[in-house]
């Protein structure tokens, strides 16, 4: 299960997704998340499929990864359509004592079920095509205005790189913490709850210990080089917005009045 964890991990690659100009992704992906929660209805959901569907394609990212990553929150999705089924009122299909399945239960499941997945699988198509670097100075050229109220935007945003960063690298070592317990003997599957709670202390503890090392390191080797935060810094490579920028940016506002459209007339 650790091992189908994406989140965070890059995939190098030439396609029209991964030339597009970083500042340019995180706005066409906030346009997308609220294309997703702007969908009343199927077909406007629809709608937003479609339009991530052409950018999978596009980025020629292979589906099977991505079926891989949403393994994790297989719980997520079992619960959130649990909550639906039995807990919406409207027309009864099935009833057993104080149990009920209505006909409105299952579609909005299987609404928000959707709804779910791509908001993962779009999030994610962010992180696929970009590398770390690049999404740090992005973020940072997008949070620049709030410098004038004395943010400390440059650091926030190797803040939030950073911690995406070493998700995997911690899943990883989640991954070897487990297997050299089990090989000690560790139980860790079996037993109720409080007991695979219990049995999980020595993997947190080796896991905690692991992550301030790494920490301290990274913050000599950036002490070691001479990093001072923002202030003077030069970049290797400079973004710069071109016309495919600013025609995948044109797209994603059209899905989006496509959505509020359909909204009105089918939602």
């Known amino acids: ?26 706005i066409i992906t906030g346009i997308f998340i609220t294309m997703l929660f702007a969908a009343g209805s ?17 980025s020629r990212i292979p589906f099977i990864l991505m079926l891989k990553s949403l393994k994790p929150i297989i719980p997520i999705i079992i619960f959130t359509s649990v909550l639906n089924i039995f807990f919406i009122d409207g027309v009864v299909l099935f009833r057993f004592s104080f ?19 791509a908001l993962i699988m779009g999030s994610s198509l962010l992180t696929y095509t970009t590398s770390p670097i690049t999404l740090t100075d992005a973020i940072e050229r997008l949070l620049a205005p709030l410098k004038k109220i004395r943010l400390p935007v440059h650091e926030l945003a190797m803040m939030m790189t950073i911690a995406l ?10 991954d070897k913490i487990m ?14 709850i409080f007991q695979r709670a219990k049995a999980m202390t ?24 001479c990093y001072r935060g923002g202030d003077g810094r ?11 920028d600013y025609n995948a940016l044109s797209v994603s506002i059209l899905f989006l009045c496509i959505v509020i459209i359909l909204n009105i007339l089918f939602g």
């Open 1 to 26: 299960m650790l091992k189908d964890i994406t989140i965070g991990q890059y995939f190098p690659g030439k396609s029209i997704i991964h030339r597009l100009d970083p500042r340019f992704k995180i």
């Open 99 to 117: 149990i009920k399945i209505t006909y409105d239960g299952l579609e909005m499941s299987a609404f928000m079920i959707l709804r779910i997945v």
């Open 234 to 244: 030069t970049r290797l490579k400079q973004l710069k917005s071109q016309a495919a």
């Open 179 to 192: 297997s050299a317990q089990k090989a000690r003997g560790a139980d860790m599957e079996s037993g109720n």
């Open 202 to 225: 020595p993997i947190l503890i080796p896991l905690f210990v692991s992550a301030f090392r790494r920490a301290e390191e990274l913050a000599l080797a950036m002490e070691c080089r």
């Open 165 to 174: 960063r070493f998700i995997p690298t911690l899943i990883e070592e989640t």
């Open 42 to 58: 199927f077909i406007g959901m629809g709608a937003g499929i479609v339009f991530l569907a052409a950018a999978f394609i596009l």
